[in-house]
T-cell receptor, first 115, second 115 residues
């Protein structure tokens, strides 16, 4: 079946602009995750959604970052007033139940460049 | 808090030689351990994972890893490297009591395979 898809694959923006990144998880997966991969910080957890529960936003680096998941499926990560340090690859993953033993299936990522 | 250390940011081997990528973890609770591989401009793909049971875990593409609790290690091995194994490899841990779903990644090891 189809894997996790993300769009756009690449995004170049100017400092101060807002951006939206989209993630389509694997059908039937109740858990969805966002991670950020950057040269300086490696792979970092950002946010976790599980069904109708309140999301775990503990990894969001600032209040300029927000995310939502509509209808328990598609998720959008929004970065407001982008800064150069936001340049990174943003990876989305989904898993069947959101347990620690789950395999998380990753999308190809969105490469964000802030000029 | 959980953490993962991968020794060696770059490992170079000859085609046909043994591959050994090192991973040590720190966790106050029994961990779940994962190895992911990332090919250029792609997302992460699961190679193998340890949750419970047999401590020697076999994965895809001929890779295996052994969970050694006494050494807090989960090293990845492959008897004979192939050119197609050239990629970046990430060790990760989950299972923390308050957020067991969160993957904590090591900094990654780039594997180079010489002809």
């Amino acid at each position: 079946g189809a894997g996790v898809s993300q769009s756009p694959s690449n995004k170049v923006t100017e400092k101060g602009k807002d951006v939206e990144l989209r993630c389509d998880p694997i059908s039937g997966h109740t858990a969805l995750y966002w991670y950020r991969q950057s040269l300086g910080q490696g792979l970092e957890f950002l946010i976790y959604f599980q069904g109708n529960s309140a999301p775990d936003k503990s990894g969001l680096p600032s209040d300029r970052f927000s995310a939502e998941r509509t209808g328990g499926s598609v998720s959008t990560l929004t970065i407001q007033r982008t800064q150069q340090e936001d340049s990174a690859v943003y990876l989305c993953a989904s898993s069947p139940q959101g347990w620690g033993t789950d395999t998380q299936y990753f999308g190809p990522g969105t490469r964000l460049t802030v000029l | 808090a959980q953490s993962v250390t991968q020794l060696g940011s770059h490992v170079s081997v000859s085609e046909g030689a043994l591959v050994l990528l090192r991973c040590n973890y720190s966790s106050s609770v029994p961990p779940y351990l994962f190895w992911y591989v990332q090919y250029p401009n792609q997302g992460l793909q699961l190679l193998l994972k340890y949750t419970t049971g047999a401590t020697l875990v076999k994965g895809i593409n001929g890779f295996e890893a052994e969970f050694k609790k006494s050494e807090t290690s989960f090293h990845l091995t492959k008897p004979s490297a192939h050119m197609s194994d050239a990629a970046e490899y990430f060790c990760a841990v989950s299972g923390a009591m308050d957020s067991s779903y969160k993957l904590i990644f090591g900094s990654g090891t780039r594997l180079l395979v010489r002809p």
